[in-house]
């Protein structure tokens, strides 16, 4: 089993910067596909960002949002920059080891989830 524990959602600014963290007990996350999934109100659990032996982002957030894991501290992280108001969404982490890391069904493990909100 392994338990996500997300952190470090919040208000800010259109235009500013947030970093939200993912850590994992339970298992190593190091043979994991980590993926970060968000949920408008009224809208599905959408793909963000994952991260295996590469990187994969969704197109709306290319170039404005970074990935990246540290295996020591079994933790992952999201920074996002230059933030809109349509990013604003409830932010999940997620732990699987399917062949395709962009799918919500590719994952087995999901954290709780954090708030991100970003004022116009």
């Known amino acids: 089993q392994v338990q996500l524990v997300e952190s470090g959602g919040g208000l800010v600014q259109a235009g500013g910067s947030l970093r939200v963290s993912c850590a994992a007990s339970?298992?190593?996350?190091?043979?994991?596909?980590m993926g970060w999934f968000r949920q408008a109100p009224g809208k599905e659990r959408e793909f963000v960002a994952a991260?295996?032996?590469?990187?994969y982002y969704a197109n709306s957030v290319k170039g404005r949002f970074t990935i990246s894991r540290d295996n020591a501290k079994n933790t992952v992280y999201l920074q996002m920059n230059s933030l809109k108001p349509e990013d604003t969404a409830v932010y999940y982490c997620?732990?699987?080891?399917?062949?395709?890391?962009?799918?919500?069904?590719?994952?087995?493990?999901w954290g709780q989830g954090t708030q991100v909100t970003v004022s116009s």
């Open positions: 339970g298992r190593t996350l190091s043979g994991f596909n």
């Open positions: 997620a732990a699987g080891a399917a062949r395709v890391p962009t799918r919500v069904n590719s994952y087995d493990y």
């Open positions: 991260i295996n032996w590469s990187t």
